[in-house]
């Protein structure tokens, strides 16, 4: 894999597809869902569609009966349409049961979400495992909706079918594998999560056309049913081969950079991240992993445990307009997005780097034999080779790429360079393989 | 063990305890304590009284004469009584070896101890192992003794006996011991030393009427040779047994509470400790091993090295009117015994409950068919199961509940419910049982 | 090894050697060096000098050639001599190779060296390993030089001969051994580098003449080459007995201490130099292994991984005479020279009592009957044995002594009296000897 190849500036170009896919009606489930995944099959060819039934189980979860809605709205007797789903599909409550009843204003009230502290927001809603039906408006919209009575419409079908999602897996030289996961199942919002699904097709896309070391296994799901099924049927796999992975979602505005660790933290994905966050951003949020709220709640939960934490630019839950309608395209921009898309292709530019090193015989090499040794020893020259010869001292088998440039304090990919030449040189050989 | 029993406010009657035993001549050995146990068992049925001979060896130590204390005086040759027993315990040296004699104040002097740095305190004094005998007094009573000859009697039997101390053993369901041990060889000193015994009663009395699992050895000793003989008689079953203990001391005034860490700290009942002094009391201090000075110091000997550690309010060494007559039943408080009655009752509970579980399999629980999901997943609605699921992300068979606790940052005992009905809708089992 | 034995006040002494030892024009190679070890052997009955001939192979490294300098000037073509090597041996740069030529000014300034920032100070430049010739002057010599041409004369040899390094075995009556390595090929500078050698030697003088458990290997080398070299002949024996090592250079000004960490730390050197100068010494300063820059860098390198870290007043680039010929006798005190000194043979001194301690028996021993307990145990007497009580705490044999005097906060030293005591006593017993 080289760092910083052609086709990097893909800011523009996600932000095109985060535009193209924003309209859809998606859910846990339905077309949505699958238009989606076509749109990111035609950026990724071989990405696999998979469809799981209804009724299916996973983990004590229970794949649900399948949601599609054509149109839901609310009018006045007299044919005026004050809510409907065709200007926002924020406006339905997600998996409504469909209605079709007179209600006053009274009865229309109780199923209605709007957010006091936001009176221009419509609030993201849903209703998974509970039969309900229900519309959400801003504070503005409804205080101007009248007296009714209203006719109200929630054309929908939610009967067995299927859940929809991608996968495509990159193979490397190496068995071992990187998971990275996001997740289609948000209607029209774009940070959380558009970002996720765009980052993660453009990092998929340069994976494709890249040499790789290890195999890469990207996953486009609902969120947590998705993953839980997806972990349901490939645990032991992943188990086995997973070296690191991150879920990529929130990752398209330019506010900050944001760090969830796994559950214990510390894990080969943990420190990449880390590290790669404290030489390429210039600051981030370090949060816990009681912080967390998306799927490495599953990848990371007791039993599972895989080692996969979340770099992200603002993190779900903190920022103002999260799971709104104020979760627009304007949030999200191309330097957001190509922000997350080169911290995460560094991650995985690490990773793919990653080694351990070991020295071939004692003491410091002669470094004027190699070329690499300033001819004359003033006072000052010696700072030129200290750099090689900190890499050096910790070449011992122990320290792979990451740890040795935590321990000399220094960005692992200016070290590369150096490994390289001393690799050439004989001075290093490699440690057996990283798992 | 239910938490938050009735009878849970004794500090009143451990007050009374406190007054009744005050007036009592204790010391390492000799009636005294036996009259003081001898309360004790009226109060903790079963509590067995040992008797060892004088002269028994104990890793060094041997089991001193047996000292009984009728009457010390010094009075004027006309009669007329300056220093007498009689109206404080503490005016006599402990183990002072009976004499009968005329001196001049200068002789005398040589024999009084006082405090010129607190004119009123009568300091405590004792000498076990050199012969000699003494007076203690305020400054202000010694400027005013007189200039002699004076009669100086004390009345005392210091001879071959026994030493005597008490033993309650309260059977649980494990054979996984937890030691409380206090001392009954202070005399008329309320703080150092009665409200560790009436503490230690209290406990004894809520743990005979409670339910049990682990087994509670409750031992009343006269301090370092009374612990070092217990350890003697008991060590390797002590050793195999305990998972947690603590020295009951210092456990009766209002000002503070005060924790010292087993030799290498870190055992369950350092980890107990800490969480329940966190969450359950304002503030505390926090010593080290080396600001030590009762029986742990045998207990944590290495050799021992038993996971004992102290609670207490005002630590022994640190407050003014220690181990002198000020330390007296106003400076102990029913407040005072309580707040440790309940420090110490909450740890024993946090033992009780303590255990490990882990998840029945991957992934996060479906709460909603638990009846434990929000069934409308509004933007803030998440919030209430964070906590649930918090619970569940570290019930991975690893972290104890005190342990769980502390990671996630709340009280143990607020995750207990949450427990119980994770347990019972079958989403963690318990591990095996916790040592 | 006895405490503060007579003759301590070695610092006049190590002056004068470091003056007799000045003028001297050393080298990695040539008589120089031959020169300063048959002084040193003079000192050190014993010292055992070896000659390892030119080109031999040692980790990738070759022995050059001998370098013998009879003279090097500069002279005006009337025969003025403008800079001369017979003024301070530093003019030259150190293996020039031989010429006689008559150049302009240009070409002799090509082959000058200054220092813009010290206009006084001729630096300190050499060029083993790549063919050239130079000269070193202040500024203000520079800016005198005159127009040319000049006559150009170094008078030197460059050939086969060998390399020179000395080495002194100091049999204990362990096998376990000490390693004490410092540099003699530095010509005209003080601190750094005849501080080193100078402070070597009286430890090595002490050490002599002391009754010693660990045996002790002193080596006198050129740094870089002479140490490879020497660990090239001697890995395995050193590997499998050296348990704690020093490099012994900067040793001689009045400034300050420094301290350089073995490459991991942690390192039994590590521990007892930190507590020495913890105890020792008013401050100090803390380097990392990234601050190294002698012959640690060959000791402590993946494969050698040697327990060896250095102590030492300014160090090696951190003080303004650094490698110039302000670096002379008057930087270089007595005092300074007599510090490190006592540093280092404290940390020797620490090393050979340093040992780990075991309790016969549990509970606290009972000092009465051993004579060191206060009879009379009033409110402060508790004190007095608190000291004792807290090393027997920690004789639990795994704790060494210096973790038991770190662990308690005291000096090591302080508590050797106690631990005697304790010993005879049959309190404690060591437990088998540390490695």
Redesign the interface.
């Known amino acids: 894999v080289a760092r910083r190849t052609a086709g990097d500036d893909v800011g523009q170009e996600m932000h095109r597809w985060v535009s193209d896919l924003f309209p859809i009606t998606r859910s846990l489930t339905g077309d949505g869902v699958r238009t989606t995944l076509a749109y990111v099959a035609g950026l990724l060819p071989g990405l696999e569609v998979h469809e799981v039934p209804s009724g299916t189980q ?5 794949v649900p009966d399948e949601w599609n809605l054509r149109s839901a709205y609310v009018e006045t007797l007299d044919g005026a349409r004050v809510i409907d789903s065709a200007t926002n599909n924020l406006h339905v ?1 997600g998996y409504s049961q469909p209605v079709d009843l007179v209600v006053d204003r009274g009865e229309l009230d109780r199923h209605l ?1 709007s ?1 006091p502290g936001q009176p221009t927001a419509i ?8 039969p ?1 039906w ?1 519309f959400c408006v801003s504070e503005e919209q409804r205080a101007a909706l009248g007296g009714g009575p209203f006719h109200v419409v929630i054309d929908a079908t939610l009967e067995p079918g299927s859940l929809t999602y991608g996968e495509l897996v990159l193979q490397g030289s190496s068995e071992d594998e990187v998971l990275l996961s996001t997740y289609v199942c948000h209607p029209s919002m774009a940070n959380n999560e558009l970002s996720g699904p765009a980052v993660t097709t453009a990092l998929g896309r340069w994976l494709a056309g890249a040499e790789r070391r290890l195999t890469y296994r990207l996953v486009f799901l609902p969120e ?1 049913i998705g ?2 099924l997806y ?2 049927r490939h ?1 032991e796999h992943l188990k086995r081969r997973v070296v690191a992975g991150w879920v990529v979602t929130c990752a398209g505005d330019d506010r900050t950079y944001s760090y969830v660790p796994s ?1 214990l933290g510390g894990t080969l994905a943990d420190r990449v991240s880390l590290h790669v966050l404290q030489h390429e951003v210039s600051a981030f949020t370090r949060y816990t ?2 912080d967390r ?1 998306s799927d490495e ?2 990848y ?6 895989l080692p996969v934490c979340s770099v992200m630019r603002s993190k779900y ?1 903190t920022y103002p307009e ?3 309608s104020l979760d627009d395209l304007s949030l999200v921009t191309p330097s957001g997005l190509q922000g997350s898309f080169d911290v995460l292709r560094s991650c995985l530019e690490l990773l793919e780097a990653n080694a351990r090193w ?2 071939t ?6 470094l ?2 190699l070329g690499l ?1 300033p ?5 000052d020259a ?1 700072a030129a080779v200290r750099r090689i ?2 890499v ?6 122990d320290h792979d790429l990451v740890a040795l440039a935590d321990r ?2 220094e960005s692992a990919f200016d070290l590369l360079p150096i490994l390289s030449a001393l690799e050439e040189s004989g ?1 290093v050989v490699r440690a057996p393989q990283e798992r």
């Open positions: 996973a983990f004590g979860w229970t409550v979400h957010l609030p993201y809603v849903t209703s998974y495992y509970t309900t229900g947590t993953s839980i972990l349901s645990l559950r992993f009681l709220g709640r599953q990371c939960s007791p039993g599972a445990d839950h999260y799971h709104t070991q020295v015989q004692p003491g410091e090499p002669a004027g034999p040794y001819t004359t020893s003033t006072k010696a010869l900190n050096v001292a910790y070449c011992d088998g000399i304090g001075v």
